[in-house]
């Protein structure tokens, strides 16, 4: 994988928006996109319990906990994507 260059996200930024990841975990809107048991980048199917909150944008580039930024991803695809950008992970291209 190629180093992608990028200035962190303030630490205050990425505690805040971790905080509202914890909030946004606990909605029903989120069960509901877990209940549907698809990992957003590789599209296979898993139970609820394994996937989890990824952040599109992830939040130490500066992302935000909204619901247009977050997807259910399989937790082997979170780890591959660490913190890039999808257009910058070759896996999902």
Not at 12 to 17: D, K, M, T
Request: aromatic residues 10%.
């Amino acid at each position: 994988m190629e180093d992608t260059y990028f200035v962190p996200a303030d630490a205050e930024h990425v505690a805040r928006e971790k905080n509202k990841a914890k909030e946004l975990r606990r909605s029903q809107w989120w069960k509901r996109r877990r209940a549907a048991g698809q990992c957003h980048y590789c599209q296979q199917s898993f139970s609820p319990n394994e996937l989890t909150m990824d952040h599109v944008v992830p939040l130490i580039r500066g992302g935000y906990t909204t619901k247009s930024n977050v997807v259910p991803c399989c937790k082997h695809c979170n780890s591959q994507k660490q913190h890039l950008l999808p257009v910058e992970w070759a896996a999902y291209l």
